[in-house]
């Protein structure tokens, strides 16, 4: 994995566990896609929330978080696109 991929992961992952408290209000067990430290899009299915991140940013610098009380290490998906 790239250090640029690995920058964006961990941004991304700072910036989204102080916003998990207000998610969990409406969007509990919801996927969320993010992207230079913002909260893009929330989906309640995996699969879209990896198919919309993979059409909008082709650089693959993105990751989805579930809502979840704790991070949930979601493998593959938790952090970026890998596929480059």
Do not use: C, W
């Amino acid at each position: 994995m790239s250090t640029e991929i690995e920058n964006e992961i961990d941004r991304n992952l700072f910036a989204f566990l102080p916003r998990i408290p207000r998610l969990l209000e409406k969007h509990k067990g919801e996927f969320a896609v993010l992207k230079n430290q913002e909260v893009i899009s929330l989906h309640k299915r995996l699969s879209d929330a990896l198919e919309e991140a993979q059409s909008r940013f082709a650089d693959g610098l993105f990751s989805i978080q579930q809502v979840t009380e704790k991070p949930i290490e979601l493998g593959f998906y938790s952090y970026a696109d890998h596929s480059r």
